[in-house]
């Protein structure tokens, strides 16, 4: 058998392939296990032979986009090759007039939305950091930001995507046509896959128009319930904001609004100026009926300010914090607050929720492991009593050992290791990060 | 033709009853086809009632080796729900309930066997709809939808059914029910559910589905525009994406279609026209106003002769008349139609409908489009009569030449109607032995084997290699019906 030298001498060699230097490897530890090496493949090529070399030497891969959220799944159970594909960053394909576009997984998302600006349009994939996370790195993770609530997530954009398997299988599937049925749907399968299953090295999207007017209105609540009830309102209405978001005590605090204990219902509207007018009276008489305390109506600099915190909400994560993502039924989703918040003996957390998908972002800035533990387990089980779950976004690795991040389980839970041993038999994809892999 | 064994039918009786039980040949040719023309005789035909009814009959279907094809309503267009090896044939008709429905959350629960359009009549007092609108709505089932992953005109703003399943029960090739998604919590892991939609009943059976529910929108408004040529008409799908509009359905009909639905349905297209777009536009009700100017504008500027526009519910409805029946209109022009789902990117639609035209010229039939235009979806009907000698293979020929040309033109084989035993060997025309081995690995983490729906969606060489095929399966060849 190949040996890990002899992989990566091969490595180092080939022409579609930068092997970083020592001096670069610090940038790319994962929960405190430091890489194997770092390549950066040139090509989609590149990438196969990176793929194929650690394949054939018994070598772990972690694929590696913006590295925003390479630290969130479970701990990494062995040192790896990582595969940063930042130079995979080419605008393969776009077409303003079929509203669909074509990159490498390196692309920042930034980088692509301002393209499809200059075209009117729209990727609505928002995750955290997008002048650091790549569109590889936003499907991998599965992150979705503030505009899922009118757009839906990755899932929903993604059309088509090339990828290469833990044996170096490169795999299409979808197309670049927004609608398509032949074949299986991989695409699915690798959204929030965590680099478990595949690299993914090219993706096509749907576009969408961007809206010509938009503006952010702010409704303070004294109570988070109330929030939630104007949320819940404004959720099952004709209305279609872009955003529903809700942010909890001082969590805006660094942001143009001013501090203060209330929480802000956040909602982005969008449109012509008629439609954004007719939604703002709307918010204004929901306000009203649920009892805000204010409305504020931001735009533009103080607009985006607002808009930024609530997307990059709990990143970049700081080694110490905690983040947990609680997901629910969007009418349990002030409960999900309560269970999270209400512990005794915890620091309280900063909050954020995308109230229209019932998904509550819990942070703690800084906690110590043992403190974080009985946070997870006490919030998990006060969850799971009201039918949700609870991720672990982000946690240091002594906080991670031995726990799964994922927080589901049932039935298909065990489909889905069967998924993982059928594209990885091995185990060498991102190892120890599958769903039911966590050591116990 | 070789029977199924007595055994297996008084087996399928003791699980599902005796009426729920059909295996006489005269019963069988009722579930020799569906829409599309090719035929498969199935063994022995069972109606399950419940999951358990479904776990028994998979697990017995797998005792005896014997092929299992879950079956909707029957309305499939690429062969999906055939019998085409034989076997048990599971029509999930009977499973039809609504089982729970969670107006906070706009979510409900159905049993497969639900139609698609009596789901979003159950809902209509609450303002709520379910999204996915194929034109068979008022026969197909959401189970049937679930594994074509259909589509539909109002797909172009809402997504297709992928886009509105939030979670799944299945009956796996052992017999084992499994929940798959949150069922409306997003929590996370692999999206099983994503896969399972659209993979054509070839992984496990569907049955149950958790779906999204839509509120209806506030206002809607028809548009129909007149053109005197294809090309303004394609210009004009064109300019309405360009000019960042999302209209909620955005359907083109071509002279073929006019003339063979307006003189039955009175839908108010001109018999002189080319073609017709109609365009939908919903929404705030401030966001419908506007559009009156705007679309109108945009529609005129690439030359419509005329634009006009309803929004009284009965009018609308007979603007869409002639989309929505056109292929039963066919008939008055030919005895028989095949009906292609292609897709291309929206802006290759002009030369790949003068390509369509073309084929159709040479190969000498007559074919009508009546299609989902925003998103370059087409349908092309070619119009035939069965009883001319040699039109079905002449059919089938430009069949493949239409899909070929879909493909070339950077598009695909199918936007909604599935690949089933129709497209199964163009798969390689978009991709690799590589990419099919990949998808098809799916079958052993689902345990699902070659008997669950076999030789579907693949070529036949991939997906149907070690298909068990015992004394006990029942086929009937071609040479049958031929």
Same mark, same amino acid.
């Given at each position: 058998?190949?040996?890990?030298?002899?992989?990566?001498?091969?490595?180092?060699?080939?022409?579609?392939?930068?092997?970083?230097?020592?001096?670069?490897?610090?940038?790319?530890?994962?929960?405190?296990?430091?890489?194997?090496?770092?390549?950066?493949?040139?090509?989609?090529?590149?990438?196969?032979?990176?793929?194929?070399?650690?394949?054939?030497?018994?070598?772990?891969?972690?694929?590696?986009?913006?590295?925003?959220?390479?630290?969130?799944?479970?701990?990494?159970?062995?040192?790896?090759?990582?595969?940063?594909?930042?130079? !995979?960053?080419?605008?393969?394909?776009?077409?303003?007039?079929?509203?669909?576009?074509?990159?490498?997984?390196?692309?920042?998302?930034?980088?692509?939305?301002?393209?499809?600006?200059?075209?009117?349009?729209?990727?609505?994939?928002?995750?955290?950091?997008?002048?650091?996370?790549?569109?590889?790195?936003?499907?991998?993770?599965?992150?979705?930001?503030?505009?899922?609530?009118?757009?839906?997530?990755?899932?929903?954009?993604?059309?088509?995507?090339?990828?290469?398997?833990?044996?170096?299988?490169?795999?299409?599937?979808?197309?670049?046509?927004?609608?398509?049925?032949?074949?299986?749907?991989?695409?699915?399968?690798?959204?929030?896959?965590?680099?478990? !299953?595949?690299?993914?090295?090219?993706?096509?999207?749907? !576009?969408?128009?961007?809206?010509?007017?938009?503006?952010?209105?702010?409704?303070?609540?004294?109570?988070?319930?109330?929030?939630?009830?104007?949320?819940?309102?404004?959720?099952?209405? =004709?209305?279609? =904001?872009?955003?529903?978001?809700?942010?909890?005590?001082?969590?805006?605090?660094?942001?143009?609004?001013?501090?203060?204990?209330?929480?802000?219902?956040?909602?982005?509207?969008?449109?012509?100026?008629?439609?954004?007018?007719?939604?703002?009276?709307?918010?204004?008489?929901?306000?009203?009926?649920?009892?805000?305390?204010?409305?504020?109506?931001?735009?533009?600099?103080?607009?985006?300010?607002?808009?930024?915190?609530?997307?990059?909400?709990?990143?970049?994560?700081?080694?110490?914090?905690?983040?947990?993502?609680? %997901?629910?039924?969007?009418?349990? !989703?002030?409960?999900?607050?309560?269970?999270?918040?209400?512990?005794?003996?915890?620091?309280? =957390?900063?909050?954020?929720?995308?109230?229209?998908?019932?998904?509550?972002?819990?942070?703690?800035?800084?906690?110590?492991?043992?403190?974080?533990?009985?946070?997870?387990?006490?919030?998990?089980?006060?969850?799971?009593?009201?039918?949700?779950? %609870?991720?672990?976004?982000?946690?240091?690795?002594?906080?991670?050992?031995?726990?799964?991040?994922?927080?589901?389980?049932?039935?298909?839970?065990?489909?889905?290791?069967?998924?993982?041993?059928?594209?990885? =038999?091995?185990?060498?994809?991102?190892?120890?990060?599958?769903?039911?892999?966590?050591?116990? | 033709? +070789?029977?199924?064994?007595? +055994?297996?039918?008084?087996?399928?009786?003791?699980?599902?009853?005796?009426?729920?039980?059909?295996?006489?040949?005269?019963?069988?040719?009722?579930?020799?086809?569906?829409?599309?023309?090719?035929?498969?005789?199935?063994?022995?035909?069972?109606?399950?009632?419940?999951?358990?009814?479904?776990?028994?009959?998979?697990?017995?279907?797998?005792?005896?080796?014997?092929?299992?094809?879950?079956?909707?309503?029957?309305?499939?267009?690429?062969?999906?729900?055939?019998? @085409?090896?034989?076997?048990?044939?599971?029509?999930?008709?009977?499973?039809?309930?609504?089982?729970?429905?969670?107006?906070?959350?706009?979510?409900?629960?159905?049993?497969?066997?639900?139609?698609?359009?009596?789901?979003?009549?159950?809902?209509?007092?609450?303002?709520?709809?379910?999204?996915?609108?194929?034109?068979?709505?008022?026969?197909? +089932?959401?189970?049937?939808?679930?594994?074509?992953?259909?589509?539909?005109?109002?797909?172009?703003?809402?997504?297709?059914?992928?886009?509105?399943?939030?979670?799944?029960?299945?009956?796996?090739?052992?017999?084992?029910?499994?929940?798959?998604?949150?069922?409306?919590?997003? #929590?996370?892991?692999?999206?099983?559910?994503?896969?399972?939609?659209?993979?054509?009943?070839?992984?496990?059976?569907?049955?149950?589905?958790?779906?999204?529910?839509?509120?209806?929108?506030?206002?809607?408004? @028809?548009?129909?525009?007149?053109?005197?040529?294809?090309?303004?008409? @394609?210009?004009?799908?064109?300019?309405?994406?360009?000019?960042?509009?999302?209209?909620?359905?955005?359907?083109?009909?071509?002279?073929?279609?006019?003339?063979?639905?307006?003189?039955?349905?009175?839908?108010?297209?001109?018999?002189?026209?080319?073609?017709?777009?109609?365009?939908?536009?919903?929404?705030?009700?401030?966001?419908?106003?506007?559009?009156?100017?705007?679309?109108?504008?945009?529609?005129?500027?690439?030359?419509?002769?005329?634009?006009?526009?309803?929004?009284?519910?009965?009018?609308?409805?007979?603007?869409?008349?002639?989309?929505?029946?056109?292929?039963?209109?066919?008939?008055?022009?030919?005895?028989?139609?095949?009906?292609?789902?292609?897709?291309?990117?929206?802006?290759?639609?002009?030369?790949?409908?003068?390509?369509?035209?073309?084929?159709?010229?040479?190969?000498?039939?007559?074919?009508?489009?009546?299609?989902?235009?925003?998103?370059?979806?087409?349908?092309?009907?070619?119009?035939?009569?069965?009883?001319?000698?040699?039109?079905?293979?002449?059919?089938?020929?430009?069949?493949?030449?239409?899909? #070929?040309?879909?493909?070339?033109?950077?598009?695909?084989?199918?936007?909604?109607?599935?690949?089933?035993?129709?497209?199964?060997?163009?798969?390689?025309?978009?991709?690799?032995?590589?990419?099919?081995?990949?998808?098809?690995?799916?079958?052993?983490?689902?345990?699902?084997?070659?008997?669950?729906?076999?030789?579907?969606?693949?070529?036949?060489?991939?997906?149907?290699?070690?298909?068990?095929?015992?004394?006990?399966?029942?086929?009937?060849?071609?040479?049958?019906?031929?």
């Amino acid at each position: 058998m190949m040996t890990t030298a002899d992989a990566l001498a091969a490595l180092a060699a080939h022409p579609e392939l930068d092997l970083l230097s020592q001096a670069h490897v610090a940038g790319y530890i994962v929960d405190g296990i430091a890489p194997i090496a770092v390549v950066r493949p040139r090509s989609e090529a590149g990438v196969i032979a990176a793929v194929r070399q650690a394949a054939a030497a018994g070598v772990p891969v972690l694929p590696w986009g913006g590295g925003t959220s390479v630290n969130g799944g479970n701990r990494l159970a062995s040192p790896c090759l990582v595969i940063d594909l930042a130079a !995979l960053d080419q605008v393969i394909e776009y077409q303003p007039r079929d509203r669909t576009i074509t990159a490498g997984a390196g692309l920042r998302l930034a980088a692509l939305a301002k393209l499809v600006e200059a075209e009117g349009q729209l990727l609505p994939l928002e995750p955290p950091l997008p002048e650091r996370a790549t569109i590889g790195g936003a499907l991998a993770s599965g992150l979705s930001g503030p505009r899922r609530h009118r757009y839906g997530s990755a899932r929903d954009l993604l059309i088509g995507s090339t990828a290469v398997l833990a044996d170096g299988t490169c795999v299409h599937s979808g197309g670049r046509v927004a609608k398509n049925v032949a074949g299986y749907d991989l695409n699915k399968l690798w959204v929030g896959s965590a680099g478990t !299953l595949a690299v993914i090295t090219q993706a096509s999207f749907r !576009l969408w128009p961007a809206p010509p007017v938009t503006e952010l209105a702010l409704l303070a609540f004294p109570t988070a319930k109330a929030a939630h009830r104007a949320a819940m309102e404004i959720a099952g209405s =004709p209305l279609q =904001p872009l955003s529903l978001d809700l942010a909890g005590p001082a969590t805006l605090a660094a942001t143009a609004v001013p501090p203060a204990d209330v929480w802000w219902l956040c909602i982005e509207n969008g449109g012509t100026p008629a439609m954004v007018e007719r939604l703002r009276g709307e918010l204004r008489a929901v306000a009203s009926r649920c009892g805000a305390e204010r409305t504020v109506a931001v735009r533009g600099q103080e607009a985006a300010g607002v808009r930024g915190m609530l997307r990059d909400f709990g990143y970049p994560a700081a080694p110490d914090a905690l983040l947990l993502r609680v %997901v629910t039924l969007p009418s349990r !989703l002030a409960e999900a607050v309560l269970a999270t918040a209400a512990l005794q003996d915890a620091p309280l =957390p900063a909050l954020v929720a995308r109230a229209g998908a019932g998904m509550l972002l819990a942070r703690w800035s800084d906690i110590e492991p043992a403190a974080a533990r009985r946070v997870i387990v006490r919030v998990r089980a006060a969850v799971a009593a009201l039918g949700g779950s %609870v991720a672990i976004a982000h946690a240091a690795a002594a906080v991670k050992d031995g726990l799964d991040t994922w927080g589901i389980n049932g039935g298909d839970v065990a489909i889905m290791q069967q998924v993982k041993q059928v594209y990885d =038999p091995a185990g060498l994809l991102s190892p120890g990060r599958a769903p039911g892999e966590h050591e116990h | 033709m +070789t029977q199924l064994s007595a +055994t297996l039918i008084r087996e399928l009786r003791a699980i599902a009853g005796d009426s729920a039980v059909y295996h006489r040949p005269e019963d069988l040719l009722l579930f020799e086809y569906d829409g599309t023309i090719d035929r498969g005789l199935p063994g022995v035909v069972v109606y399950p009632s419940t999951t358990e009814h479904v776990s028994a009959i998979v697990r017995l279907a797998r005792q005896h080796g014997v092929p299992l094809i879950p079956r909707g309503a029957g309305t499939g267009l690429s062969g999906g729900a055939l019998a @085409t090896e034989g076997g048990i044939l599971m029509p999930m008709m009977r499973m039809n309930r609504l089982l729970e429905l969670d107006l906070e959350n706009r979510i409900a629960v159905v049993e497969p066997g639900m139609v698609n359009l009596e789901l979003s009549r159950l809902v209509a007092r609450h303002d709520l709809f379910y999204a996915p609108d194929p034109s068979s709505q008022k026969a197909c +089932t959401i189970g049937g939808n679930v594994a074509e992953n259909a589509g539909g005109p109002h797909c172009l703003a809402l997504g297709v059914t992928a886009n509105h399943v939030l979670g799944l029960e299945l009956v796996l090739a052992d017999g084992a029910i499994v929940r798959t998604g949150g069922w409306g919590i997003d #929590r996370g892991g692999y999206d099983l559910t994503g896969v399972v939609v659209g993979s054509e009943g070839t992984l496990a059976v569907v049955t149950k589905v958790c779906v999204r529910l839509l509120r209806r929108p506030e206002a809607v408004r @028809t548009f129909l525009a007149v053109y005197d040529s294809i090309e303004q008409a @394609t210009e004009a799908v064109a300019a309405v994406i360009g000019a960042g509009i999302v209209p909620g359905a955005l359907e083109m009909l071509d002279r073929n279609t006019i003339r063979a639905v307006e003189p039955i349905l009175k839908c108010g297209y001109p018999l002189d026209a080319e073609a017709v777009l109609l365009v939908e536009i919903d929404g705030l009700a401030e966001a419908v106003r506007e559009s009156v100017a705007r679309i109108g504008a945009v529609l005129r500027e690439c030359g419509a002769r005329d634009v006009r526009s309803a929004d009284d519910p009965r009018e609308r409805e007979r603007l869409w008349s002639g989309r929505k029946q056109a292929f039963g209109a066919f008939g008055a022009l030919q005895p028989n139609y095949y009906i292609l789902d292609g897709v291309v990117p929206p802006g290759r639609l002009p030369e790949v409908l003068a390509g369509v035209y073309a084929i159709c010229d040479r190969h000498q039939l007559q074919v009508a489009n009546v299609f989902h235009a925003g998103d370059g979806n087409l349908h092309p009907c070619v119009l035939f009569d069965e009883r001319t000698p040699g039109v079905t293979e002449r059919v089938l020929a430009a069949g493949a030449e239409i899909m #070929r040309l879909c493909v070339d033109a950077g598009g695909s084989i199918s936007g909604e109607h599935g690949i089933g035993i129709e497209k199964r060997d163009y798969m390689s025309w978009i991709f690799t032995d590589d990419d099919m081995h990949a998808m098809l690995r799916l079958k052993d983490a689902f345990g699902a084997g070659n008997g669950m729906n076999p030789c579907k969606a693949f070529p036949t060489h991939a997906g149907c290699g070690e298909i068990q095929r015992g004394p006990a399966t029942a086929k009937l060849g071609g040479e049958a019906w031929v």
